[in-house]
């Protein structure tokens, strides 16, 4: 990992509270902005002006987004992406044919398909979660290659599958039960609902089975994680010097 800057200070096994707080900082914004606001969009243009001017505002978000990143040449966040090729696809559906409920069961078909990825990937011992892992947490190879840490990649893996499996039928249930006006909100409510548990038990999971290995998480002040089996810290503050991570 590449030296800190020297005003910049490292302390080591922070709390569940603290890197939790970290994670959310780094994946809230990209978040918010693929996700929350455009579904905050549509869903207020959905109950004022109904769903076609809703479908057209939450589009217009997204290209915002992106033309923004592009003027200012900011990367685009590989979410950012994924959520703009998703919603055109289904934009260019529902304008096609004006159809509330292929606008709406696309996503849950991906939902799904997603959490197959994620069960397969688990099943063929090469589970999706140490792929994402190295964007919230940098750590060297070796720790990614220990029992402990190769079990808690696959135990997550599973885990997101199942929450994913159970998304996509709990939106499908009520895309087919609800008026789409209701939909839209209890459908992205329950989605946050199962994915904050998710976040929750991910973290504490991860947590726990980093220790009980005898592996330690630094956290810096600017909120980035990292995860090291032989700390160097200040007895007295258990801050590590910048030059160790």
């Excluded at 902005?33 to 207020?44: K, W, Y």
């Excluded at 011992?125 to 696959?154: H, M, N, Q, W, Y």
């Excluded at 909100?185 to 089975?209: H, K, N, P, Y």
């Amino acid at each position: 990992m590449t030296s800190s800057p020297a005003t910049e200070v490292w302390r080591t096994d922070p709390t569940p509270a603290s890197v939790l707080t970290a994670v959310m900082r780094r994946l809230g914004p990209q978040l918010a902005e693929a996700t929350l606001i455009p579904s905050a969009l549509c869903f207020i243009a959905t109950l004022t002006v109904g769903l076609t001017w809703g479908v057209l505002a939450a589009a217009s978000w997204m290209c915002l987004s992106i033309a923004r990143r592009i003027a200012s040449r900011t990367p685009i966040s590989a979410l950012l992406l994924l959520a703009t090729v998703g919603l055109s696809a289904r934009v260019g559906l529902y304008l096609l044919n004006e159809n509330d409920f292929m606008y709406f069961v696309q996503p849950i078909m991906r939902t799904l398909a997603v959490g197959m990825a994620f069960a397969a990937s688990a099943v063929v011992g090469r589970p999706l979660v140490a792929r994402f892992a190295g964007d919230f947490c940098s750590f060297d190879a070796e720790i990614g290659k220990r029992p402990a840490i190769t079990a808690l990649f696959r135990r997550l893996t599973y885990l997101w599958a199942g929450a994913q499996a159970i998304i996509a039928a709990v939106n499908l249930t009520l895309l087919l039960t609800v008026p789409t006006k209701v939909f839209i909100g209890t459908a992205t409510g329950a989605a946050w609902l199962i994915i904050g548990a998710c976040v929750v038990i991910t973290v504490s999971d991860a947590i726990r089975t980093t220790r009980n290995a005898g592996i330690h998480t630094a956290i810096a002040s600017g909120g980035r994680l990292h995860a090291l089996a032989y700390p160097v810290a200040h007895a007295s503050t258990g801050l590590l010097s910048p030059s160790v991570v």
